[in-house]
């Protein structure tokens, strides 16, 4: 079993739509990273959280310390949107990631 | 603007030759990672290192080797003992200071033809 498991491994949805990834942890973890990774490869940071609740745009990142878990939403999605989100656990200065979630927005 | 350099973006090698991917930041970050990524799975740790002159194997470390000379530079070399080298790499940063986060290269994208 992955230590930083997430859901669904893939996505696809009309625009416009809400939209939800899960990510569940089994150790102990200072904090949580959201990235996106783009068909180029490069990856970018979206979110670190390490309590509550956090808000960017049309993201939306929370997490629940004692039910170890945490969930990215988008709102009012876009074809642009489409990309590799990745949850990343932060425990003692490593980052212990999670498989993905392979978004496809659709027009 | 601060950031994270990775160079070359693609790579082409013949079997048998070693090559190094450079990564460069001038965040002033002390720890310093490089990360394998296999088409449709997630990433994994090959080396890191907190501080200059410094670095530990990750999950993966056997055919690579590095060094950390410089607090700006980790250069990874690909040696001739990996066996499956084609593969995309990353290089990413973080400091341990207050709301610390982490930087990621562009990455690499390494193919042995």
């Known amino acids: 079993k992955n230590e930083v498991e997430q859901s669904p491994q893939n996505l696809t949805a009309q625009e416009g739509e809400f939209i939800t990834i899960n990510c569940s942890y089994s150790v102990g973890i200072s904090a949580l990273h959201w990235l996106q990774q783009h068909p180029g490869g490069g990856i970018v940071s979206l979110f670190m959280l390490s309590s509550g609740k956090k808000k960017h745009g049309r993201l939306i990142a929370t997490i629940n310390i004692q039910e170890k878990h945490s969930s990215l939403h988008i709102t009012a999605s876009h074809p642009r949107d489409s990309a590799v989100y990745i949850c990343?656990?932060?425990?003692?200065?490593?980052?212990?990631w999670g498989a993905g979630t392979k978004l496809i927005i659709k027009p | 603007d601060g950031g994270i350099t990775q160079s070359p973006k693609y790579l082409f090698r013949k079997e048998g030759q070693n090559v190094t991917l450079s990564c460069e930041q001038n965040?002033?970050?002390?720890?310093m990672y490089w990360y394998r990524q296999d088409p449709g799975q997630g990433l994994r740790l090959i080396y890191y290192?907190?501080?200059?002159?410094?670095?530990q194997k990750g999950d993966i470390a056997e055919g690579y080797s590095v060094s950390r000379e410089k607090k700006e530079s980790f250069p990874l070399t690909v040696t001739s003992a990996q066996k499956n080298p084609t593969a995309f790499y990353l290089c990413?940063?973080?400091?341990?200071?207050?709301?610390?986060?982490?930087?990621f290269g562009s990455g690499t994208r390494l193919t042995v033809v």
């Open positions: 990413a940063s973080t400091t341990r200071g207050a709301g610390y986060g982490y930087t």
């Open positions: 290192s907190q501080i200059v002159n410094d670095f």
């Open positions: 965040l002033n970050h002390d720890a």
């Open positions: 990343a656990g932060d425990s003692n200065y490593q980052l212990i």
